[in-house]
């Protein structure tokens, strides 16, 4: 733990003094009216809906087959940019979900969306320097080399990335129950840098603070990435760590499945390798490996009662396809999670699971595509592994506490539509 917090401080003191430079630069620009400031402001989004038949079973409690129509992580937002001096900038963007919309905008946890719960920010911007922001973001480890498009971001079926089926239950990425890259985030109270790209090459740290605990238990999070592209070559590695976090071992021996929560003095680590090539038959292939280790704490009864702390470790692998024939994309994914090395409960087998993706998109014009997929995830007694941004639970469904039984394998067959502005 404190070699990787080494780094990451050294990484942000090799920071600031580019920080820095931004900050005095823009800071000695000459005042003048509002109406003489080069302003730029865009409004952009879309909504996305399906029309799906879903089912999970295998656990304890089994989700019954269902219809639904299910919302694919819409979204509205506002961003801009002022310009101060020179070559600097400032940027800013508002940006809010608009998820569960097809209910009324409070989805199976009981959470309600608001204009903010996305990526809002404000910050400054350099061609020479980078860009510096503050507010709620996502890591680096999600945005510079994230799944969902491009080696990073959250495009909507509007780019090929590893992740061909981002922002659909057919997900494979992108969040604590995924298949894969389950360390992307979300950072909030959170400060960003991206450096500029060099010959192909760019990186980028991110730190979240936590200011809900003191800080000798602090949740804080922080993450850094590196990618580098050269034509249709494009490969990416990133870091992410959680202090004080780690599995919760009560309720994974009570039956609930493996949970992410507060564990003081553990810590939760995730690194990556992500990697794409564009091919000129206009096909696409993606490939990427995940190393995760989660602490934890157990209490252990015997003739001196005792806490005892380690990590449980697992790997995880994805690899993509697609193909562009016209308008039409054909799809294909398959991911594996795999043993739970030096597991405490259940054996390492118990925690894998297997997750493929398969279908075909129709992109009419740029404003509007239709899609079909499915989608089946088969998971091992211990494991949770859940739809991408519609997840099904069997128990507890509409409160925080919403979880889906460990064993119990979703799938989904699903008709999509997206509209874009």
Known sequence: MKTSMGLAKKAMLLAAPTV???????????????????????????????VESIEAKGGATPYERRGRVSDGNSRIGFSGSVGLKDDFKAIWQIEGSLNAFEQGGTNDTGSSATLTSRNTFVGVENVRYGRLLAGNHDSAYRSLVGSGGELGGNLGLTSHGLDLWNNTSAQMTGNWNSIFSRGEARYKNSVH???????????????????????????????????????????????????????NTSRLEAGYGLKIDGEDNQNTRYAKVVASY????????????????????????????????????????????????????????YGKLGKMKDAIFASEQDYEATQFSLGAKYKINDAFATYAYFTHINNKSQQSVNLGQSPVYSNNSGSNDAYLAPGDSPRAFGVGLIARF
Not at 201 to 226: C, I, P, W
Not at 306 to 312: K, Q
Request: with cysteine.
């Open 20 to 50: 820095f430079a931004c900050l005095a630069n823009v800071a000695s620009a000459a005042d003048v009216s509002l109406a003489d400031i080069p302003m730029h402001v865009k409004v952009y989004g879309f909504l996305n809906a399906q």
């Open 193 to 247: 840098y991206f450096s500029p790209e060099y010959y192909g090459l760019q990186a980028a740290a991110s730190y979240g603070f936590d200011e809900n605990d003191s800080n000798s238990n602090a949740r804080d999070r922080y993450s850094a990435a590196v990618k580098y592209t050269r034509g249709p070559f494009e490969i990416g590695v990133g870091y992410d760590m959680q202090r004080h976090t780690g599995i």
């Open 278 to 333: 564009k091919l000129p038959t206009k096909t696409y292939i993606g490939l990427g490996f995940e190393q995760a280790s989660y602490g934890y704490e157990q209490f252990v009864e015997g003739d001196v009662n005792a806490l005892v702390d380690g990590h449980m470790k697992q790997t995880g692998w994805m690899a993509s396809i697609a193909q562009d024939i016209g308008n039409t994309s054909l799809m294909f994914s």
